[in-house]
């Protein structure tokens, strides 16, 4: 029994399409009402913004709609530690 | 008798320091309760969420955070159209 489920985390490049990555943010806000983002360098993250407001009009055929929080946050990767950018994305309801 | 008021832009270019902008932001939803925030290109779109990051932290001794929502956004800038980026920046009372 998993109490505390993990947030599912999307790793966004400067590379990333943002169609795409909103897709899977909204799936995400879709089925487990919270996602994170982490994007590393300036091309990344406009990539996840981008991303993010697009996702906001995939939910709103729902009724639904996405609040986010930035913050940094520390990744390891390859053995180096590089701060990322990370968007804890929520899901709330559209206002009627 | 103003009734609907007007919600204060602040302009973020990719030189701005992310510090003076998180103060900015901060002082905004701590007086208005809101604020906006336009960006325009990749270094831009960084300092912003950087700022934003930043303004967390500087809010947390008042017991607030804020929640971001991202949009496109069309300016007019010179007689040109350009597609800006704009955080819609909201005051939320921190969870004790």
């Known amino acids: 029994m998993e109490l505390f489920p993990s947030v599912e985390t999307l790793r966004v490049s400067g590379k990333s399409r943002p ?9 995400l806000l879709r089925t487990q ?14 990539q996840a913004v981008k991303a ?7 939910l709103e055929g729902d ?4 609040i986010v929080q930035p913050a940094f946050v520390k ?6 530690e590089r ?4 968007f804890s994305v ?3 309801q559209l206002k009627a």
Chains 1, 2 share one sequence.
């Open 90 to 92: 929520r899901k709330i």
């Open 19 to 27: 169609n795409a990555v909103a897709g899977a943010v909204a799936a």
């Open 63 to 66: 009724g639904l709609d996405l």
């Open 52 to 58: 993010l407001a697009i996702a906001r009009g995939y």
């Open 33 to 46: 009402g919270q996602a994170e983002v982490h994007a590393i360098g300036p091309a990344a993250v406009n």
């Open 75 to 80: 990744l390891d990767l390859a053995d180096e």
């Open 83 to 86: 701060t990322a950018l990370m």
